[in-house]
């Protein structure tokens, strides 16, 4: 068994690599062939004589083309990804605290599952009509507020090679149709992927929140995979720009409400109306 693990870390995101590293190496898969393929605009990283490591130029993008790009950037490289038996993305913040074995997070197949995804730890206890769904009609990524049954965070999914490939050929194809309209699904890759998943639910393993576990955050899961808070080694702000007005307090408020309230009606909209994924 040979796994390929997809790593992008371009400008100042190169900072978490280290870690990354030491920390995968020491618990992801232990004892299984592992080759990291990190995509970055870093002339060298550490570890760059590691034959296992492969670093592959990738031109930083601004925000947030920089993670809604993220299909493209595996495909640039699948040539080469394709002699893995399994391949799982990371986000560049993650480390591995705790040995995660094969039995923990390969697709099973006599279940008809060659690919995985992580439940969302800020959503796993929320009903559906309140995940953070894309719900822009115009966009490839919607769903109706009466679909879906779990949302999943986009920091840590993989499976099977030839399966793997195939989710980022889609998505990418839904991404690139959706810009040439001019629309950007709400939350980017993590939109199209929960599409994908409540289109085809029995293809996806789902690991729990513990495989996405947030720091200095408290859950009812044991953590396996730690995210790092961001702001605590790189500028966020200075990432995506401060995108978005300042919100005043009665739109806040506003907001709140429809939070609240307004997806039951909504729901109860698209049941009536029969609207499906």
């Not at 898969?29 to 990291?36: R, S």
């Not at 840590?156 to 889609?170: D, H, V, W, Y």
Request: with cysteine.
């Amino acid at each position: 068994m040979h796994v390929g693990i997809l790593y992008i870390c371009t400008g100042t995101y190169t900072v978490f690599w280290p870690d990354f590293y030491r920390t995968f190496e020491q618990n992801f898969l232990p004892g299984v062939p592992k080759t990291y393929f990190v995509f970055t605009d870093a002339d060298r990283i550490d570890h760059d004589e590691d034959p296992a490591v492969h670093r592959i130029f990738q031109k930083p993008y601004a925000w947030p083309y920089s993670t809604l790009k993220r299909f493209e950037v595996f495909l640039s490289a699948q040539s080469r990804l394709r002699d893995c038996d399994y391949l799982y993305f990371a986000n560049a913040n993650l480390l591995c605290t705790a040995p995660v074995a094969p039995a923990d997070i390969l697709p099973r197949p006599e279940r008809g599952e060659d690919l995985v995804v992580t439940r969302h730890p800020g959503y796993w206890n929320v009903k559906p009509p309140f995940f953070p769904y894309d719900r822009n009609p115009k966009s490839r990524a919607c769903m109706p507020y009466n679909a879906g049954r779990v949302y999943v965070a986009g920091g840590f999914n993989g499976g099977t090679a030839p399966a793997f490939l195939e989710l980022c050929r889609t998505l990418n194809d839904r991404t690139e149709a959706d810009l040439a309209d001019g629309v950007i699904a709400r939350w980017h890759d993590e939109s199209q992927l929960n599409r994908l998943v409540a289109e085809q639910p029995g293809r996806f393993r789902l690991l729990d929140p513990g495989y996405c576990a947030p720091e200095d955050v408290d859950q009812p899961f044991e953590e396996h995979l730690l995210v790092r808070q961001k702001s605590k080694w790189i500028n966020v702000a200075a990432v995506k720009h401060n995108e978005g007005p300042r919100r005043g307090f009665v739109r806040r408020k506003w907001e709140a409400a429809c939070e609240n309230y307004l997806p039951y009606l909504l729901a109860a909209r698209d049941t009536l109306l029969r609207r499906r994924v």
